[in-house]
């Protein structure tokens, strides 16, 4: 009786990994077939280049520097929240810019949410901007600026023309949505044939499966 029972045990598993593959299989089906980002082609870098992107990482850097020795970096990364939209990304970005000006061992970093507005058009949103020291790690006690919603509105728009005025405009957040989105359903479409590769390691699925 009790090898019976063993051999019951065994069945449901492979029962219970098979019903895990063909779930597998057809959210690779899915995936592959709908392909939602792929013949997409809006935005640019525009003076940017592509400095960093890992196929084992989330986010992208970007980096420009002017003939007066100013240095621009960007880096960007997909939100965790899915949003409702008319248009065709469903994920807002978390974006940081930083300059260094020559001379100066200050870095102004803004910290800003980039979302699509409409079908193919996207604008980017400052939330905070403060002063880093490049060869330090401010501590959480460290005052980084005011609140930067408080600020007067002409302020703040004078500063989102700062940026814009190096690079940060539609093209270049156009381009980054792209990317990123495609960059992540890649991720995804890997990560599960990994999941289907580790579940048929078992000779006797890939028999059921076969069969």
């Not at 940017?48 to 007066?68: A, I, M």
């Not at 960007?74 to 965790?80: D, E, H, I, K, T």
């Not at 600026?145 to 957040?173: H, N, W």
């Not at 381009?175 to 044939?193: C, M």
Request: charged share 25%.
């Amino acid at each position: 009786m009790p090898r019976a029972t063993q051999i019951l045990r065994k069945s449901r598993k492979v029962v219970e990994d098979l019903n895990l593959l063909k779930v597998l299989q057809s959210e690779i089906s899915h995936e592959l077939s709908s392909n939602s980002f792929q013949d997409e082609n809006i935005g640019s870098l525009g003076d940017f280049v592509l400095d960093w992107n890992s196929s084992r990482s989330q986010d992208v850097v970007l980096w420009r520097k002017s003939e007066s020795g100013e240095e621009v970096a960007v880096s960007a990364l997909l939100s965790q929240k899915t949003y409702d939209t008319e248009g065709i990304f469903p994920r807002k970005l978390l974006m940081k810019v930083c300059v260094k000006r020559p001379g100066l061992s200050s870095i102004l970093q803004f910290d800003c949410g980039v979302s699509e507005k409409g079908v193919r058009r996207s604008d980017f949103k400052i939330r905070s901007a403060y002063f880093l020291q490049s060869t330090t790690v401010p501590g959480s006690s460290i005052y980084r600026g005011p609140l930067f919603s408080s600020l007067e509105p002409q302020l703040q728009d004078a500063l989102k023309e700062f940026l814009v005025a190096r690079g940060i405009r539609e093209d270049l957040t156009n381009f980054l949505l792209l990317t990123l989105h495609k960059k992540e359903q890649g991720q995804y479409l890997d990560w599960l044939q990994k999941l289907e590769s580790f579940v048929m390691k078992d000779e006797r699925l890939f028999s059921a499966a076969a069969g």
